[in-house]
């Protein structure tokens, strides 16, 4: 079996369960803060859900899905276009990068989010 | 090019998971925004009431619309529900209907 060092759990299955979930959450999420803003939001209503814990958790989960679906998701995509079949050496190197590129974004999201969370 | 509908649908899911990978920057500032101060929440509603802001977050929530169901005709389709040719080009087409109706109602909602 072929275990290649950048996807996510070193195995396909793995990943593709983890694509699976992740895609669970967030679908939930947004189809759920999609409801919440037909509803109508003003700052208050909407900065009183934002400080229950639960709902900084599921935020904090969907943040967390984002990256580890966003990290398959663009390997998946990386791997097929940016490969040495393709353009030779240049390709590992690029995808190497752009998959980097790809985790500090996520790590950023991640931080960002939480920042917002719990920070006003 | 002259593709089947599948592909076309598939190939849009990959753009649409690359574009709003990138477009969620967009919607974490936005959550920022409303959540920071009662100020910068109303300053978030004037930005959002010209049209360059409306059409950036419509492009965002339609890329998220489109591969979310794309999303979930995977998923019924992982579940084993469709996976023929017939039930292929069908789901493509259930695909393309409903997320035309949600990207719609959205660009509605929005403006
Ligand atoms: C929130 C932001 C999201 C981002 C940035 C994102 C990004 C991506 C990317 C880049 C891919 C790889 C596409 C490919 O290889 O062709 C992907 C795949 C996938 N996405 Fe998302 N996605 C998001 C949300 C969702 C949601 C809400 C669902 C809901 C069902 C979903 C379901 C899927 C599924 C099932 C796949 C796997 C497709 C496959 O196996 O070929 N995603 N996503």
Redesign the interface.
């Known amino acids: 079996m072929v275990t290649a060092v950048t996807s996510m759990g070193r195995s396909g299955l793995y990943d593709w369960l983890m694509q699976r979930i992740s895609a669970v959450v967030l679908l939930a999420y947004f189809v759920f803060v999609g409801l919440v803003l037909l509803g109508g939001v003003d700052y208050a209503s909407w900065k009183s859900l934002y400080s229950q814990t639960w709902m900084r958790i599921f935020s904090l989960m969907a943040l967390l899905s984002l990256g580890v679906h966003a990290w398959v998701g663009i390997w998946g995509v990386l791997t097929d276009y940016l490969t040495e079949r393709l353009m030779g050496k240049t390709g590992n190197v690029l995808r190497f990068v752009f998959q980097m590129a790809c985790g500090l974004t996520m790590f950023t999201y991640l931080v960002w989010g939480i920042q917002i969370l719990w920070g006003y | 090019m002259r593709l089947p509908i599948t592909a076309w649908t598939s190939i849009t899911h ?1 753009a649409s ?2 574009f709003i ?1 990138v477009g ?2 967009v919607l ?1 500032w936005a ?2 925004a ?5 100020e910068s ?2 300053a978030l509603q004037t930005s959002l009431d010209s049209a360059l802001c409306k059409f950036v977050i419509w492009a965002v929530v339609s890329g ?1 619309i489109y591969h ?1 169901v794309a ?2 005709k ?2 019924v389709m ?1 579940m084993g529900i469709g996976e023929t040719m017939e039930g292929g080009v069908l789901g493509s087409r259930i695909v393309i209907a409903s997320s035309v109706v949600f990207i719609l109602l959205a660009g509605i ?1 929005i403006w």
């Open positions: 990959r998971g690359v990978f969620m920057a974490i959550l920022d409303s959540l920071k101060s009662p929440f109303a998220l979310s999303g979930v995977h998923l992982d909602w």
